[in-house]
């Protein structure tokens, strides 16, 4: 069974900091990973997604890397900015099944 | 562009009440469609999935059923809810296979 752990659980920096989220899953037999955005009481927001034969994608401040023989994954987030203050999540696509396999996230706070 | 649509946004329903949730999807055709619930404190639970009208498959023994009475219509039920079915509840879709989920803006059940 897919299992997808995200460390730290709440990160606090101040603003104007890169910072690294992390993200690992046991069963490396995956058709992608996809980083979401979740603001408080509000649905997912898709970030980026990497495709099992990709290493990363970036897209604006946002670099994602997959390393899928280690299962592993970092969200880079250059910059940051109080507008990152978010909990983002990470979601693997098994091979097997077609649902998304969610960590628990990170909560993210950028002090101004 | 596609677009996803769920509704209502809150509910606050009795114990013991019928539950019906909506979700719809536009600007696509054959859907992949997912209902997940958000407890609080914790990740999200894939509850149905379905990747065509009349298939659902369910992860999760429980007091709730789903339905796709049309390809881009997913609806969440129940007949008698529970305490313990309290929660956020997320609509999402993809494509097949390896493409981009997306998600709705969720439903905030408490039952009371």
Do not use: M
Not at chain 1, 18 to 46: E, H, M
Request: proline share 5%; with cysteine; glycine share 8%.
């Amino acid at each position: 069974k897919q299992e997808v752990t995200q460390i730290p659980a709440a990160l606090s920096v101040p603003e104007g900091e890169n910072l690294v989220l992390n993200c690992s899953f046991t069963d490396s037999a995956i058709y992608n990973l996809q980083w979401f955005r979740q603001d408080p009481g509000k649905g997912l927001t898709s970030l980026l997604l990497i495709q099992s034969s990709q290493r990363e994608q970036t897209s604006g401040r946002l670099n994602a890397s997959l390393d899928k023989s280690s299962g592993r994954s970092t969200l880079y987030i250059a910059a940051s900015q109080p507008g990152d203050s978010a909990t983002y999540l990470c979601a693997v696509k098994v091979l097997i099944r077609r649902q998304l396999t969610f960590g628990s996230g990170t909560q993210l706070t950028v002090l101004p | 562009s596609q677009t996803i649509h769920q509704w209502p946004a809150t509910l606050v329903q009795p114990v013991g009440s019928p539950l019906s949730l909506e979700c719809t999807v536009e600007g696509t055709s054959n859907p992949n469609l997912y209902w997940y619930r958000q407890a609080a404190g914790r990740g999200l639970q894939l509850l149905f999935y379905s990747v065509g009208i009349g298939q659902i498959s369910s992860e999760v023994p429980q007091n709730l059923s789903a339905s796709r009475p049309q390809d881009r219509q997913f609806i969440l039920s129940s007949k008698k809810l529970l305490l313990s079915d309290s929660g956020f509840y997320l609509c999402a879709w993809s494509g097949q296979l390896n493409t981009e989920a997306f998600f709705g803006q969720g439903t905030r059940l408490t039952v009371v």
